[in-house]
């Protein structure tokens, strides 16, 4: 019954980031038109994520579900060797020709008698791409000597990278993909042959343009099937609700229609409704071999198959099934059970894919907690290394002792019958080098970490530890205890994709600290006696000047200025007392050597103020760019920002950011640096403006604007978060200047503090840890074609600007702060 093509010829429309919204209405008028006739079935079809092209295109045609890995592999695809219905199609002597996305190509070599690929990665291009694809229809409709042909057009998905799903350019490309339908349609039309149309997307598009998440608009996709000839009656048809599908019941229900084997490795089921012509029994068959090929699939992935509740409904379905064919029941009452036999074998068909899928997603349990283990393992030999640097010592012999224990532990575990890794217990070159890689970690660590607690107590330690994080102020605990905090927060879902939550209240809590800090710093000059105790220190340095390594006609710089404000006086002769006489108390080490001049920070109402508007930006950039699940899909300042009738606004405010940029970075350059650095500035504008998202002022290079993106590659970044960089550059210039000087925070503590700020950063570009958010292309500025290499280097420093940014202003001013501290050290070797 399904060992022939039900349809002489089936054209197979894949248009890359079809939403559901997207197709019908008034943007494709054909489609729309076509819901009203017999000739049509619309479904809405759900994606198993990731929801990117490699992965969607295996499901299609193979009817199983890819897993994660393939999103790397999309990047590389090689040969598709499992069971699949275009291998089937060419083993059964089809002719099938292909046009479009390459990666067809690299899953599918030598299956086509003509076909053409074109490169998925250049997401700057929407038009070419395309055209590249049309201009091949004219003369295969012509001929028409397919017997399947695929379209896969990429030109929407690359809209969406660059401009998002509400851009003018979507309603034109629409209408573009809705005119090739149609011509496709009406060419089958003139035949006599039944013929089908089948038009879906491999995966949606999230509201910000991305995809590869797991949103609403990225998992639902239209599926429309157009038959033209004798099976199309063209009738009129009541509204019928859209029914919901899997994406992966597409393969069993292709491979029927075109009468082929199922791919072995499918779990979809098999959708009737698209069989026009069929009375309920041969749909029925075709649910029956269905079930079949999926119950064998159970069989080989479960071990007690049997007890499954879905295979044993399709046991009792199959039985009734046959007894419902040799029965002589009325029409009437044999149609009424022919629906209910339907139902079951659907439910049950259903069910074992259930099963299925969740005995094939299983976790290395082993592994996960070997993984574990040595992460911890290495933590504590760190925090025991740097509270003992001065035990360096290591035993050969204890190493040797614990790599055996190790390695017998390891051997247990691998040949006991409850516990396998396929990862850490195969004989594979990959997992022997794991194994041996975690032996040796774990004797190292091991080792090391035995060692250094050696005459001591384990509780001493901790205690010691927790002791000195205690003494610490309350930013140094913050900044530790956050830390820790957001680690363990990484184990609930939740908080991994609203992880930019715990990034805001963080870096907001840390700068109220600071001030509240500076504040309780000034209240309590204030209620002392400071005009007494700077008097009694005057007295003091006028008396025994050459104590403090300076001589008395030296004085005469460190005099105030005359001021009526009392308060204010009190504070600059307390800032210059502390500044420029007091000592550090480890200065001296005996009573001839002249002790060494410290600055002690003493912070101002203005530090404070300067604090206040660095929370204030970061207020601003946290509605810059919404992002995580539950608030992405809320307006945010960015979405307003890049509307068409913002664009003057927009080039306003980018122009305004660079030259802010400039004039921060102005009073630490050179003159040549200045001119290089504003060159670079003026090319970030240039290649923004040459692609039509900002107001040109001077005629581009070319069109898209390529040579001024390679002289500086700052404008890898979306044109309305240049404005964030700008921020950020300010926010950099007021740490350095008010918060910097004024918290007595060693390294580590500075470091955490930095990785705070990257950490906020990341997030307020818009990114998350959906690979939705990624801006894909940012990897492809300044190039004129597809450099896989280059591309990755852009798409990470486009993604982790904002990290890499704080992280350079930590090393800048761990930096001069180095050098400062060998200044003072000269100055008062030079005192002596």
Known sequence: MFSEMLYEKVVVVLIDALRVDFAGGEQMPFLQSKKELDGMNSFVAIVKPPTVTLPRIKALTTGSIPGFVDVVMNFGSSS??????????????????????????????????????????????????DNNVTRHLEKELSELDFDMMVLHYLGLDHIGHIAGPVSPLIGPKLKEMDDIIRNIYQELSKNDVPSLVIVCGDHGMSDQGGHGGATESEIKVPVIFLRTGEISSQKKKKDIPVHEIEQIDLAPTLSLLLGTPIPKNNIGTVVTDVFAGFDIQQKLVALMVNGLQVSEVLQHNVADYELDKGYQLYTRTHKSFLTWINSNMSTAVSLEQGFKLRKQFEDSIKLMSTKVSSSITQYDGYGLVVSIVLLWLILFTLVSMDRNNRQKWFSWQLFLIVLLIGTFSHMTVCTSDWIHSDLLCDSTVLSRGLQLSMLGIFAVMMTSLICSFVGRSVLVILFSTFKDICRKGTISILLQIGTVIHTLSLLSSSFVEEEHQTWYFFIITIHILIIKNMCEQIFQLKHNKTLNISQKENSLYETEPVKYGLKSDSLKEYQLP????????????????????????????????????????????????MVIVVLFLYRLMRSWNQTGNKWLNIPDIGDWLIRPENVYLLSVLVAVSILVVFLCKLMWMSILQQFIYSIGLVCVYLHKSANGSLVQILSPSDKNGCLEAQIVYTSLLLPHNIILVAMMVVQDLLIELHIWPNLKFSISDWTLYFLWMGQGTFFYQGNSNSISTVDVSAGYIGLHDYQPIIVGCLLTLSSYGGIIFWMLSLLKLIYWKSHQDKDEDNKSTIRR
């Not at 598709?80 to 199609?89: F, H, S, Y």
């Not at 076909?115 to 250049?122: K, L, R």
């Open 80 to 129: 598709l060797t499992e069971d699949n219905v275009v291998t089937q199609m060419k083993h059964h002597g089809k002719k099938m020709v292909f046009y479009g996305d390459d990666t067809w190509l690299n899953l599918f070599p030598d299956h086509f008698v003509r076909y053409e690929g074109t490169t998925s990665f250049f997401v700057t291009d929407y038009t070419e791409v």
């Open 562 to 609: 005359n001021t009526d404000n009392m308060v204010e006086r009190d504070f600059k002769e307390i800032h210059l007392l502390h500044s420029k006489v007091y000592h550090n108390k480890n200065s001296c080490s005996n009573e001839k050597q002249v002790c060494t001049l410290r600055e002690e920070p003493i912070p101002s109402r203005r530090n404070i103020a």
